[in-house]
């Protein structure tokens, strides 16, 4: 409810409705890896950090050799390699494997819950360091999610 509350009115015109397609589809791959990411982490064979190098590593690989078949070559300066290493390094890197890791003790409710919370997050972000404003009823759509994990929250440990 919160995330509709965030979004509406949608009034999409044919061309949004095709990336709202593939945004569909994009829910269905994610929902799908975690599902397969929770069944390889939660076996405990496979150290988390392993995981996170090889899926990482190949869809690092897979979108490297895209882009340099569709694309030059970037000029990059010292901040903009810095802020690759640090995106690539801490932003996900490590933060994949933090969260390989926590597959293996969290239930699917509780990775779930962490993961939804994402909105609130991304809204947050962009309010604080892209100066985007928010309307009261983006600010009503990101308190309804988070009392909604909130509740589930209480009430899984009640």
């Known amino acids: 409810g919160g995330v509709a509350l965030y979004f509406l009115p949608a009034d999409f015109s044919s061309t949004q409705i095709i990336g709202l397609m593939i945004a569909a589809f994009q829910v269905v ?3 799908t890896a975690a599902a397969l990411g ?5 076996s ?3 150290p988390a950090l392993f995981v996170t ?9 897979v979108l490297l050799v895209t882009g340099l078949l569709t694309q030059d070559l970037p ?5 903009a390699l810095a802020i690759i290493l640090w995106l690539a390094g801490i932003n996900t890197a490590y933060a994949f494997t ?5 597959q293996r003790t969290l239930s699917a409710m509780e ?3 962490i993961n939804n919370t994402m909105l609130v997050q991304i809204g947050l972000l962009a309010w604080l360091f892209l100066g985007e404003s928010l309307s009261a009823q983006q600010i009503a759509g990101m308190v309804a999610a988070t009392a909604g994990i909130l509740l589930v929250q209480l009430r899984s440990t009640a």
């Open 29 to 31: 791959a994610n929902a």
């Open 38 to 42: 929770r069944v390889v982490n939660r």
């Open 44 to 46: 405990a064979t496979i």
């Open 53 to 61: 190098t090889i899926s990482m590593g190949v869809g690092a690989a």
């Open 75 to 79: 000029q990059l300066d010292g901040q």
């Open 98 to 102: 933090l969260w390989n890791h926590t």
């Open 111 to 113: 990775s779930s819950m």
